[in-house]
């Protein structure tokens, strides 16, 4: 039944008044109280509850059913409370209460409760049916607790699809990538073959994870068991694809994507897809994409305009970055954010400045991004009292702290025009120095022949380093410098002091 049942549903119960009919013969009032929840009449369905004298497990998985998916979850929850108050036959929980009552749990992210509708499901025998159980794996999940999921998953004596890949994709969310990857196999292995659904969980949560080398061979598995991937697994490809600078690959998926005729894009997949265009340098595919926009009438939302903007900026044109940032009308901080960069990255930094001094003015908060971004501008302009001016008023003014990125821009700006000393000064305030920081204001001391400021720089590091990756940066910077007795000496260093570098690892 559908909202646009609702007419003839009144009209029957109209009849029913008029022609006196006892609604309470046959269960007729909870069927009524059914009709309604189901035409999504919360209204009516509620009055007609208070009526009823004894409503039976029909009208109460209805109401809660409803309620639930309409988000009233707590009010489903008090229905439910009321149910479990009941001490008719005709009212107790049933196999088709409790996954809802689950799904309540989740809408309120409230595990306790979750446990506690567990516990009356094993109270009253539920705990071996199979869509009851799936339901408490997914609660579970989705609340973060993981360990219960499990647990509950292995002691089903029975699993159907919908187990596996409701295990699968939990462990996806929680980012135990190699976990749903062993659960995939085993479903395999045990003869139980996944659904679209399983697939698009194991591609997705590789993809959003960076391993975009799996992702695709699983998705060329998938395309061989003819199964076609859909839209949000898709949208996570192509992210994947971007984030790890395989800019052609994402843009032939896009083009498969379209060719198949299956699937059509969203604003997800083009705000994802278009920094592919800047990665190239190529404003024809960048265009193209934009039309393609125009053509299929998709809204350009703020998302789609900042990665326009970008697009455009890093393809040099700015005209179009400027006339896509001009005709967006509700601008956030990240569309700012793309037009300051945007003037910075090709050198107009007084319009850039201007800009930012605008976004102020119009009650628009700048982030971290924003004050990196202007930063980076102020340095490749030269506008060191800017530059620093922006920098110690950070806290103040905008309420974020200078963190790395902030001072490596400050130290590019100060090395760049000479201020050594001071550029010396930031670097020893900075908590970790990485390398960036660190290289910058050593390439500084080369330019501007300050072999004495390198040789103290050094030497502060050596006293300064406490953690494996300290030495490690240490020793980058004489390996690059091409200063290989500074790197003996450094790992000679950690090896008397017993430091080491913890390595990095693959989920794979």
């Not at 306790?112 to 408490?136: P, W, Y």
Request: hydrophobic share 40%; charged share 25%; proline share 3%.
């Amino acid at each position: 039944m559908k909202p646009k049942a609702l007419k003839p549903c009144k009209q029957i119960h109209g009849l029913m008044l008029t022609h006196h009919i006892d609604t309470n013969v046959l269960s007729l009032s909870s069927k009524l109280i059914g009709a309604y929840a189901c035409c999504e009449d919360l209204t009516s369905a509620r009055l007609l509850f208070r009526q009823t004298p004894n409503p039976n497990v029909f009208a109460f998985n209805w109401m809660i059913l409803t309620l639930t998916f309409s988000g009233f979850h707590e009010e489903a929850i008090g229905y439910f409370s009321l149910f479990r108050k009941s001490r008719t036959n005709s009212a107790c929980p049933n196999e088709y209460t409790f996954p809802v009552i689950l799904k309540a749990s989740v809408g309120l992210l409230d595990v306790e409760l979750g446990k506690q509708v567990h516990g009356l499901i094993h109270k009253t025998g539920f705990e071996e049916d199979l869509s009851v159980c799936n339901a408490l794996i997914d609660m579970y999940g989705k609340c973060q607790d993981i360990h219960h999921a499990r647990e509950v998953f292995d002691k089903m004596s029975e699993r159907d699809v919908a187990s596996w890949t409701t295990m699968i994709c939990r462990y996806a969310d929680t980012g135990n990538i190699e976990e749903s990857v062993v659960l995939f196999e085993t479903m395999m292995s045990q003869g139980v073959k996944p659904n679209d659904f399983t697939w698009n969980a194991i591609i997705a949560a590789h993809a959003r994870n960076g391993d975009c080398s799996n992702a695709f061979e699983l998705f060329s598995r998938m395309s061989k068991e003819g199964l076609v991937p859909d839209l949000a697994t898709c949208n996570a490809m192509i992210s994947g694809f971007v984030q790890s600078q395989r800019a052609i690959e994402a843009l032939d998926l896009f083009r498969d994507m379209l060719i198949s005729g299956f699937i059509k894009p969203n604003q997800v997949t083009l705000t994802g897809l278009l920094p592919a265009c800047g990665m190239i340098g190529s404003i024809r595919t960048g265009k193209e994409i934009h039309c393609f926009i125009y053509r299929t009438n998709l809204d350009i939302n703020v998302f789609i305009a900042s990665a326009l903007i970008d697009m455009y900026s890093k393809c040099g044109s700015i005209e179009n970055a400027r006339y896509i940032f001009n005709t967006t009308p509700n601008k956030n901080t990240a569309s700012w954010n793309a037009m300051i960069g945007c003037y910075g990255k090709n050198g107009m930094v007084d319009s850039a400045i201007e800009l930012f001094e605008k976004m102020k003015t119009e009650k628009v908060e700048p982030n971290e991004v924003t004050l990196t971004t202007i930063l980076c501008a102020c340095s490749h302009g030269g506008l060191v009292e800017k530059g620093l001016e922006i920098f110690t008023s950070m806290g103040s003014l905008y309420g974020v702290e200078p963190n790395n990125e902030h001072c490596s821009c400050l130290v590019d700006l100060l090395c760049r025009h000479g201020r050594m000393d001071e550029a010396c000064g930031i670097v020893k305030r900075v908590e970790l120095a990485t390398d960036s920081i660190v290289g910058a204001f050593l390439n500084g001391c080369k330019i501007h022949e300050r072999r004495d400021l390198a040789r103290e720089m050094r030497e502060w590091l050596r006293t300064e380093m406490k953690k494996g990756g300290d030495f490690v940066t240490l020793s980058n910077i004489y390996a690059r410098d091409g200063e290989w007795e500074g790197v003996e000496e450094v790992r000679e260093v950690m090896k008397g002091k017993r430091v080491y570098k913890e390595p990095g690892f693959s989920t794979i």
